[in-house]
Protein backbone atom coordinates (compact mmCIF):
# COMPACT_ATOMS: atom_id res chain seq x y z
CA UNK A 1 0.00 0.00 0.00
CA UNK A 2 2.67 2.82 0.79
CA UNK A 3 4.82 1.20 -2.01
CA UNK A 4 1.61 2.25 -4.27
CA UNK A 5 1.37 6.02 -2.51
CA UNK A 6 4.69 6.82 -3.43
CA UNK A 7 4.18 5.99 -7.02
CA UNK A 8 0.99 8.26 -7.07
CA UNK A 9 2.57 10.64 -5.19
CA UNK A 10 5.22 10.66 -8.18
CA UNK A 11 3.37 10.68 -10.50
CA UNK A 12 1.19 13.37 -9.77
CA UNK A 13 4.35 15.54 -8.95
CA UNK A 14 5.64 15.10 -12.70
CA UNK A 15 2.41 15.57 -13.89
CA UNK A 16 2.05 19.03 -12.63
CA UNK A 17 5.37 19.94 -13.72
CA UNK A 18 4.32 19.13 -17.39
CA UNK A 19 1.67 21.23 -17.28
CA UNK A 20 3.56 24.28 -15.48
CA UNK A 21 5.87 23.85 -18.20
CA UNK A 22 3.26 23.86 -21.18
CA UNK A 23 1.39 26.75 -19.58
CA UNK A 24 4.29 29.33 -19.72
CA UNK A 25 6.23 27.85 -22.90
CA UNK A 26 3.66 30.24 -24.94
CA UNK A 27 4.13 33.17 -23.00
CA UNK A 28 8.21 32.79 -23.40
CA UNK A 29 7.90 32.26 -26.63
CA UNK A 30 6.30 35.07 -27.00
CA UNK A 31 8.44 37.34 -24.80
CA UNK A 32 10.93 36.08 -27.37
CA UNK A 33 9.48 36.99 -30.53
CA UNK A 34 8.96 40.16 -28.87
CA UNK A 35 12.48 40.41 -27.90
CA UNK A 36 13.13 39.75 -31.81
CA UNK A 37 10.71 42.27 -32.73
CA UNK A 38 12.91 44.98 -31.16
CA UNK A 39 15.79 47.13 -32.41
CA UNK A 40 18.99 46.99 -30.99
CA UNK A 41 19.49 50.55 -31.16
CA UNK A 42 17.31 52.95 -29.47
CA UNK A 43 19.42 56.37 -29.52
CA UNK A 44 18.30 59.07 -32.23
CA UNK A 45 20.54 57.80 -34.68
CA UNK A 46 19.37 53.69 -34.38
CA UNK A 47 15.84 55.16 -34.80
CA UNK A 48 16.35 56.94 -37.83
CA UNK A 49 18.31 54.44 -39.51
CA UNK A 50 15.32 51.88 -38.78
CA UNK A 51 12.15 54.31 -38.99
CA UNK A 52 10.07 54.38 -42.56
CA UNK A 53 10.81 55.91 -45.80
CA UNK A 54 8.58 58.46 -45.51
CA UNK A 55 9.60 59.29 -41.92
CA UNK A 56 12.81 59.51 -42.77
CA UNK A 57 12.61 62.07 -45.46
CA UNK A 58 10.84 63.97 -43.25
CA UNK A 59 13.36 64.00 -40.62
CA UNK A 60 16.06 64.97 -43.33
CA UNK A 61 13.97 67.77 -44.76
CA UNK A 62 13.60 69.34 -40.89
CA UNK A 63 17.71 69.14 -40.33
CA UNK A 64 18.35 71.02 -44.14
CA UNK A 65 15.78 73.39 -42.75
CA UNK A 66 17.41 73.82 -39.45
CA UNK A 67 20.38 74.36 -41.60
CA UNK A 68 19.17 76.75 -43.67
CA UNK A 69 17.66 78.64 -40.66
CA UNK A 70 21.45 79.01 -38.65
CA UNK A 71 23.39 79.69 -42.52
CA UNK A 72 20.66 82.71 -42.80
CA UNK A 73 21.06 83.49 -39.07
CA UNK A 74 24.97 83.64 -39.51
CA UNK A 75 24.57 86.06 -42.86
CA UNK A 76 22.15 87.97 -42.04
CA UNK A 77 23.54 89.48 -38.78
CA UNK A 78 27.38 89.91 -40.92
CA UNK A 79 25.13 91.81 -43.30
CA UNK A 80 23.49 94.17 -40.54
CA UNK A 81 26.24 94.73 -38.52
CA UNK A 82 28.26 95.99 -41.47
CA UNK A 83 25.38 97.95 -42.93
CA UNK A 84 24.90 99.54 -39.84
CA UNK A 85 28.52 100.25 -39.33
CA UNK A 86 28.39 101.94 -42.36
CA UNK A 87 25.17 103.79 -42.43
CA UNK A 88 26.48 105.24 -38.92
CA UNK A 89 29.98 106.51 -40.10
CA UNK A 90 27.48 108.25 -43.38
CA UNK A 91 25.32 109.71 -40.54
CA UNK A 92 28.41 111.21 -38.88
CA UNK A 93 29.30 113.10 -42.07
CA UNK A 94 25.22 114.32 -42.58
CA UNK A 95 26.17 115.77 -39.01
CA UNK A 96 29.12 118.08 -39.68
CA UNK A 97 28.71 121.35 -41.58
CA UNK A 98 29.11 120.67 -45.17
CA UNK A 99 27.82 121.11 -48.34
CA UNK A 100 25.60 117.60 -50.95
CA UNK A 101 28.54 118.36 -52.80
CA UNK A 102 30.81 117.54 -51.27
CA UNK A 103 29.02 114.51 -49.51
CA UNK A 104 28.57 112.82 -52.90
CA UNK A 105 31.80 112.61 -53.37
CA UNK A 106 32.64 111.35 -50.67
CA UNK A 107 30.00 108.93 -50.89
CA UNK A 108 30.86 108.22 -54.67
CA UNK A 109 31.25 104.59 -55.50
CA UNK A 110 29.83 103.17 -52.15
CA UNK A 111 27.00 100.60 -52.42
CA UNK A 112 25.75 101.11 -48.74
CA UNK A 113 22.58 102.63 -48.14
CA UNK A 114 23.11 105.69 -47.15
CA UNK A 115 25.58 106.66 -49.78
CA UNK A 116 22.65 105.42 -52.34
CA UNK A 117 20.65 108.26 -50.35
CA UNK A 118 23.14 110.83 -50.97
CA UNK A 119 23.65 109.64 -54.68
CA UNK A 120 20.36 110.06 -55.16
CA UNK A 121 19.87 113.92 -53.57
CA UNK A 122 22.30 114.62 -55.61
CA UNK A 123 21.65 113.32 -58.93
CA UNK A 124 17.99 115.34 -58.14
CA UNK A 125 19.64 118.17 -57.62
CA UNK A 126 21.71 117.99 -60.84
CA UNK A 127 18.87 117.10 -62.98
CA UNK A 128 16.59 120.36 -61.57
CA UNK A 129 19.79 122.52 -63.11
CA UNK A 130 20.61 124.05 -59.45
CA UNK A 131 17.10 125.53 -58.58
CA UNK A 132 15.34 125.35 -55.46
CA UNK A 133 11.59 125.12 -55.32
CA UNK A 134 8.46 123.28 -53.80
CA UNK A 135 8.82 121.15 -56.89
CA UNK A 136 12.64 119.89 -56.04
CA UNK A 137 11.85 119.38 -52.65
CA UNK A 138 8.86 116.85 -53.80
CA UNK A 139 10.89 115.28 -56.45
CA UNK A 140 13.96 114.40 -53.74
CA UNK A 141 11.83 113.01 -50.99
CA UNK A 142 9.92 110.91 -53.49
CA UNK A 143 13.65 109.77 -54.53
CA UNK A 144 14.37 108.96 -50.58
CA UNK A 145 11.85 107.01 -50.47
CA UNK A 146 12.32 104.74 -53.17
CA UNK A 147 16.06 104.36 -52.31
CA UNK A 148 14.76 103.56 -48.61
CA UNK A 149 12.31 101.23 -49.38
CA UNK A 150 14.36 99.26 -52.06
CA UNK A 151 17.20 99.56 -49.23
CA UNK A 152 15.05 97.84 -46.76
CA UNK A 153 13.71 94.80 -49.08
CA UNK A 154 17.77 94.28 -49.70
CA UNK A 155 18.49 93.66 -46.32
CA UNK A 156 15.17 91.93 -45.56
CA UNK A 157 15.91 89.38 -48.20
CA UNK A 158 15.83 85.99 -46.78
CA UNK A 159 13.80 86.58 -43.17
CA UNK A 160 11.05 85.58 -45.26
CA UNK A 161 12.48 81.65 -45.20
CA UNK A 162 12.75 82.06 -41.19
CA UNK A 163 9.06 83.03 -41.14
CA UNK A 164 8.34 79.78 -43.35
CA UNK A 165 10.29 77.36 -41.56
CA UNK A 166 8.54 78.08 -38.01
CA UNK A 167 5.16 78.24 -39.21
CA UNK A 168 5.89 74.77 -41.23
CA UNK A 169 8.18 72.55 -39.39
CA UNK A 170 6.11 71.43 -36.72
CA UNK A 171 3.44 70.42 -38.97
CA UNK A 172 5.89 68.53 -41.26
CA UNK A 173 7.25 66.91 -38.02
CA UNK A 174 3.52 66.18 -37.07
CA UNK A 175 3.21 64.43 -40.40
CA UNK A 176 6.14 62.32 -39.56
CA UNK A 177 4.58 61.52 -36.16
CA UNK A 178 1.30 60.72 -37.30
CA UNK A 179 2.76 58.13 -40.67
CA UNK A 180 5.07 56.53 -37.54
CA UNK A 181 2.05 55.55 -35.32
CA UNK A 182 0.02 54.18 -38.58
CA UNK A 183 2.96 51.96 -39.75
CA UNK A 184 2.86 50.84 -35.94
CA UNK A 185 -0.47 49.96 -35.30
CA UNK A 186 -0.58 48.48 -38.80
CA UNK A 187 2.67 46.49 -36.90
CA UNK A 188 0.50 45.32 -34.33
CA UNK A 189 -2.30 43.98 -36.36
CA UNK A 190 0.55 41.77 -38.26
CA UNK A 191 2.18 40.51 -34.99
CA UNK A 192 -0.87 39.61 -33.40
CA UNK A 193 0.50 41.67 -29.71
CA UNK A 194 0.24 44.56 -27.75
CA UNK A 195 2.96 44.14 -25.62
CA UNK A 196 4.59 47.66 -25.06
CA UNK A 197 7.65 46.06 -26.09
CA UNK A 198 6.77 45.99 -29.91
CA UNK A 199 4.81 49.24 -30.19
CA UNK A 200 7.30 51.36 -28.43
CA UNK A 201 10.09 50.92 -30.34
CA UNK A 202 7.72 52.79 -33.70
CA UNK A 203 5.95 54.98 -31.38
CA UNK A 204 9.70 56.33 -30.28
CA UNK A 205 10.55 57.09 -33.63
CA UNK A 206 7.26 58.41 -35.08
CA UNK A 207 8.17 60.79 -31.79
CA UNK A 208 11.52 61.98 -33.18
CA UNK A 209 9.65 63.41 -36.30
CA UNK A 210 8.56 65.61 -34.04
CA UNK A 211 11.13 66.51 -31.68
CA UNK A 212 12.83 67.41 -34.84
CA UNK A 213 10.29 69.48 -35.94
CA UNK A 214 10.32 71.71 -32.61
CA UNK A 215 14.23 71.79 -33.22
CA UNK A 216 14.13 73.48 -36.30
CA UNK A 217 11.16 75.70 -35.56
CA UNK A 218 11.89 77.02 -32.34
CA UNK A 219 15.04 78.03 -33.31
CA UNK A 220 13.85 79.96 -36.57
CA UNK A 221 11.10 81.72 -34.70
CA UNK A 222 13.18 83.24 -32.30
CA UNK A 223 16.12 84.15 -34.84
CA UNK A 224 13.39 85.95 -37.35
CA UNK A 225 11.93 87.92 -34.24
CA UNK A 226 16.15 89.44 -33.91
CA UNK A 227 16.32 89.33 -37.37
CA UNK A 228 13.40 91.57 -37.67
CA UNK A 229 14.27 93.51 -34.70
CA UNK A 230 16.97 94.30 -36.03
CA UNK A 231 16.23 94.99 -39.58
CA UNK A 232 13.72 97.91 -38.57
CA UNK A 233 16.59 99.55 -36.01
CA UNK A 234 18.48 100.16 -39.50
CA UNK A 235 15.57 100.93 -41.27
CA UNK A 236 15.27 103.75 -38.70
CA UNK A 237 19.25 104.95 -39.53
CA UNK A 238 18.01 104.68 -42.85
CA UNK A 239 14.85 107.01 -42.30
CA UNK A 240 16.90 109.88 -40.23
CA UNK A 241 20.01 109.55 -42.64
CA UNK A 242 16.95 110.71 -45.45
CA UNK A 243 15.53 112.99 -43.01
CA UNK A 244 19.17 114.39 -42.83
CA UNK A 245 19.65 114.67 -46.70
CA UNK A 246 16.16 116.60 -46.87
CA UNK A 247 17.51 119.09 -44.03
CA UNK A 248 20.78 119.76 -45.55
CA UNK A 249 18.85 120.25 -49.15
CA UNK A 250 16.86 122.91 -47.61
CA UNK A 251 19.73 124.50 -46.01
CA UNK A 252 21.44 124.64 -49.31
CA UNK A 253 18.18 125.99 -51.02
CA UNK A 254 18.05 128.71 -48.25
CA UNK A 255 21.41 130.01 -48.54
CA UNK A 256 21.42 129.71 -52.64
CA UNK A 257 24.23 127.60 -52.37
CA UNK A 258 22.81 125.23 -55.26
CA UNK A 259 22.89 128.29 -57.49
CA UNK A 260 26.59 128.34 -56.67
CA UNK A 261 27.35 125.54 -57.35
CA UNK A 262 26.13 125.56 -60.56
CA UNK A 263 27.77 128.56 -61.87
CA UNK A 264 30.85 127.29 -60.60
CA UNK A 265 30.61 123.99 -63.02
Same mark, same amino acid.
Given at each position: ??? %????????????????????????????????????????? %????????????????? $??? #???????? %?? #??????????????????????????????????????????????????????????????????? $????????????????????????????????????? %????????????????????????????????????????????????????????????????????????????????? $??????
Amino acid at each position: MRT %WLDGFCRHSIVTASIASTTLLCPAACFAADDNALLPRNLSP %WGMFLSADIVVKAVMIG $LAL #ASLVTWTI %WL #AKTIEIRRKTALAKARLRLLEKDTVLAELEQASRGGGDAVAQIIQSAAREASLSGGVFDDGFKERTA $LRLERVEAAMARQIARGTGVLATIGATAPVVGLFGTV %WGIMNSFIGISEAHTTNLAVVAPGIAEALLATALGLVAAIPAVVIYNHLTRSIAAHRALLGDACAMVLLLVSREGDRGLFR $LARAAE
